[in-house]
């Protein structure tokens, strides 16, 4: 038997790999986006010091992909940090330090409408 400390840290631990699934899987389509399909970072990369000194292609080109690729560690750190806690208390203020700090360099590095370089929340 146990005494229900088990259960809440198997269920902590399935959250943390749902989150880094799902932060992995972003990463994926962000990757997709920035290299492939983005006009923004095709043309600070075909001139990237124009590029620095124009803050929309700058954002997209820099400062959105590396606030968001730290996020990413982030959440990384955090579920390693946890599941190597030696109390599930500890392992659950890790992940909320962790995990808080990613979500706010995420809502940071997001156009968000009404911004210099905003974005309409749905296109259609």
């Known amino acids: 038997m146990t005494d229900g400390r088990g259960s809440s840290r198997n269920r902590s631990d399935r959250l ?7 932060v992995d899987i972003q990463l994926l389509l962000g990757l997709l986006l920035y290299l492939v399909l983005s006009p923004f970072t095709a043309s ?10 124009n803050p929309q292609l700058r ?6 992909s590396a606030t968001m ?7 990384h750190v955090g579920r390693v940090l946890a599941r190597t806690a030696a109390t599930p208390e500890s392992s659950r203020r890790r992940q909320i330090i962790c995990f808080g700090l990613a979500t706010v360099l995420m809502i940071v590095a997001t156009p968000w ?6 974005r309409p929340l749905f296109r259609i």
């Not at 600070?44 to 000194?53: K, T, V």
């Open 59 to 64: 954002f997209w080109a820099v400062e959105h």
């Open 44 to 53: 600070a990369f075909h001139d990237f010091g124009a590029a620095m000194r």
């Open 113 to 118: 409408p009404g911004m210099a370089n905003g």
């Open 16 to 22: 943390g790999l749902v989150l880094v699934t799902i």
């Open 69 to 75: 690729m730290l996020a990413i560690v982030l959440v």
